[in-house]
């Protein structure tokens, strides 16, 4: 396993329209598509809500529905079905939409098939109806395609517009699709201090965009950590705002970026990553 911490700066010339996930949901109350396992080596990592990923715990990872949302997964070959909770985004591979713990693959035989078909369903939140509300709300508003047929993603994303704050696109039409052009400066950068954790991905088209919003909002502080698992053949892009010389001055840092918009963030020792 490789990792490696890296500073993004310089002008990244885009046309940002993809905010971290190219995701959404089909019109709810249930989608289709496949589902997958979490890798045993990202047992006590920490997932994208901030909570540690325990895999005796039935948990899954989705790219859109709120955190702590539950879902009722069930395998179309052979109707076994398992509720998870919702505590991290992914999976990021072409077909896919939900990831699950090792405890919930085992209720639905996922562990030892590695992937199946199914269909995902909120599960209704009696004790606080809201929330289901909020779920089913972000649903809706996502983009949607026909429910019947298996849901598929994009992991290249095509840009249909400019958001608010961004710069001026450079793209570039080539034998029928849109391309884009990133000026990007990188180098690497010690280990030291603290750092504010505002995502997590796993598909690197993903990550420009990402850093070219952040880029405005946090000037030559952007840290992106690359975690490499070889052995299961998965990157992770940890998005990171830094370094910070101490946790309190982190801690304050950690508040203007929830102000900004990015809720679920959490404070990491850079020395530990």
Not at 6 to 17: K, N
Not at 34 to 45: I, P
Not at 130 to 147: H, N, W
Not at 218 to 230: S, T
Request: hydrophobic share 35%; proline share 4%; net charge positive.
């Amino acid at each position: 396993m490789r990792r490696t911490l890296f500073t993004a700066s310089g002008l990244f010339l885009v046309c940002f329209s993809c905010f971290l996930i190219n995701a959404y949901v089909p019109n709810w109350s249930e989608e289709f598509g496949k589902a997958n396992l979490y890798a045993d080596s990202l047992h006590g990592r920490k997932t994208s809500s901030g909570e540690k990923y325990d895999k005796t715990e039935l948990t899954g990872a989705h790219k859109s529905l709120p955190f702590g949302t539950k879902v009722k997964v069930t395998r179309l070959d052979n109707k076994k079905s398992v509720i998870v909770k919702i505590n991290d985004r992914g999976p990021f591979k072409e077909g896919y939409i939900i990831e699950l713990s090792r405890r919930a693959a085992e209720e639905i035989d996922l562990d030892r098939d590695g992937s199946a078909s199914v269909r995902v369903e909120v599960v209704p939140d009696t004790d606080n109806p809201t929330a289901t509300k909020t779920a089913a709300a972000a649903a809706r508003s996502a983009k949607k395609l026909d429910p019947a047929r298996p849901a598929q993603y994009s992991t290249t994303g095509t840009s249909k517009g400019t958001s608010a704050g961004a710069k001026s696109s450079a793209t570039i039409k080539e034998n029928g699709k849109n391309t884009e052009l990133y000026k990007v400066e990188m180098e690497r950068t010690s280990k030291a201090g603290y750092g504010v954790q505002l995502s997590t991905l796993y598909d690197a088209d993903n990550v420009l965009p990402i850093i070219t919003k952040l880029q405005q909002q946090f000037p030559g502080k952007v840290l992106v950590n690359i975690e490499r698992d070889n052995a299961n053949d998965l990157s992770a892009y940890r998005v990171i705002i830094g370094p910070f010389a101490d946790e309190k001055t982190a801690t304050t840092q950690q508040k203007a970026a929830a102000r900004k918009g990015y809720k679920q963030s959490f404070i990491v020792d850079l020395s530990e990553i």
